[in-house]
T-cell receptor, first 110, second 114 residues
Framework: RKEVEQDPGPFNVPEGATVAFNCTYS??????FFWYRQDCRKEPKLLMS???SGNEDGRFTAQLNRASQYISLLIRDSKLSDSATYLC???????????FGKGTKLSVKP | ETGVTQTPRHLVMGMTNKKSLKCEQH?????MYWYKQSAKKPLELMFV???????ENNSVPSRFSPECPNSSHLFLHLHTLQPEDSALYLC?????????????FGSGTRLTVV
């Protein structure tokens, strides 16, 4: 089983739609979780950290379910500029390194 | 300059060449990383340095040789590469293990081996 698994998509949605991405991780000792965004031919950039109680940043909401080893990202009111690949990232152990999923591609259409 | 800077942005090299990739961070971080990103694959961790000491080598072939002279600079020396080594090489840095803030990435070096 891969350490971090994501549905690669693509997700093609109209502007204004709500879209959700899911991610599962295999190492139950993982402590920290992140969502990164990567635009085409650019470097990954941190979108948001994922906290145990769930957290929201504007139109973006991240959730963590430790029991199911599952992370989600919800984007409300999608914008054209949200088109990118969203990477689920898990820290291996409490002092470990970041392990990246393959990413989920989102395309928001007018 | 701010952030993480990588040079060159693009590199084409023959299989018998020797070249080096450079990474510099201006964030005061004490950990630096090399990642490889190939098409249709997740980012693969290659090397980790904490306070200039290598703490992880993720089974990387010896034709890739990292060097970390200080906490702000990281190099990746390349020699006798193969065409399958063509990829985007990303450098990142973090404060400690990056638990709270994750990593900051450079723009990457797009390497083509011919």
């Amino acid at each position: 089983r891969k350490e971090v698994e994501q549905d690669p998509g693509p997700f093609n949605v109209p502007e204004g739609a709500t879209v959700a991405f899911n991610c599962t991780y295999s190492n139950s000792a993982s402590q920290s979780f992140f969502w990164y965004r990567q635009d085409c031919r650019k470097e990954p950039k941190l979108l948001m950290s994922v906290y145990s109680s769930g957290n929201e940043d504007g139109r973006f909401t991240a959730q963590l379910n430790r029991a199911s080893q599952y992370i989600s990202l919800l984007i409300r009111d999608s914008k054209l500029s949200d088109s990118a690949t969203y990477l689920c990232v898990v820290m291996r152990g409490s002092q470990g390194n970041l392990i990246f999923g393959k990413g989920t591609k989102l395309s928001v259409k007018p | 300059e701010t952030g993480v800077t990588q040079t060159p942005r693009h590199l084409v090299m023959g299989m018998t060449n020797k070249k080096s990739l450079k990474c510099e961070q201006h964030l005061g971080h004490n950990a630096m990383y090399w990642y490889k990103q190939s098409a249709k694959k997740p980012l693969e961790l290659m090397f980790v340095y904490n306070f200039k000491e290598q703490t992880e080598n993720n089974s990387v072939p010896s034709r890739f040789s990292p060097e970390c002279p200080n906490s702000s600079h990281l190099f990746l020396h390349l020699h006798t590469l193969q065409p399958e080594d063509s990829a985007l090489y990303l450098c990142a840095s973090s404060q400690g293990a990056g638990r709270l803030d994750g990593y900051t990435f450079g723009s990457g070096t797009r390497l083509t081996v011919v």
